[in-house]
């Protein structure tokens, strides 16, 4: 029996020589937007949380906090494992405290995105930060 990308089709297989990349970018583009969720509880960008930056001693803020930690974590790929899967489990607890009292599909209670953001983070804390970040570079520096 071959292994799985013998099967694949020729553009399945072009595409697969550039997975690290595309995960890469993946990680720097969600990092970002998970960056300015902090910077808009935070600080109040972007429209804030209605209007102003939400006081830091609420869940709101503390959640903002850890969104703009681990957000700029994941950026930059340092701690990404650690960072990652606290902001997967942040928006665990976002979806089960603040969504699922309002029904159980995500698509009806308004968390798809913090389903999404949830799982996205558990699949990078499963495979580590990747190319193009500190972790990575930190590897494989001299000593």
């Not at 595309?22 to 209007?51: E, S």
């Not at 803020?61 to 990404?80: C, D």
């Not at 603040?98 to 308004?110: M, S, Y």
């Amino acid at each position: 029996m071959g292994r799985q990308s013998d099967k694949c089709n020729p553009m399945q297989r072009f595409l697969a020589s550039y997975a690290p990349q595309a995960y890469a970018i993946m990680r720097i583009v969600i990092g970002l937007l998970f960056f300015c969720h902090g910077l808009q509880k935070v600080f109040g960008l972007f429209g804030g949380v209605n209007g102003a930056a939400a006081p830091l001693l609420t869940l709101i803020g503390i959640a903002g906090l850890i969104e703009l930690i681990a957000g700029a974590l994941i950026t930059v790929g340092w701690f990404a494992v650690m960072a990652s899967f606290i902001a997967s489990g942040q928006m665990a607890v976002a979806y089960f405290s603040g969504h699922l009292p309002n029904g159980f599909w995500p698509i009806q209670n308004g968390g798809e995105e913090a389903v999404f953001y949830c799982y996205v983070f558990l699949y990078m804390a499963t495979r580590g930060a990747g190319l193009w970040s500190v972790d990575a570079a930190s590897v494989q520096a001299p000593r």
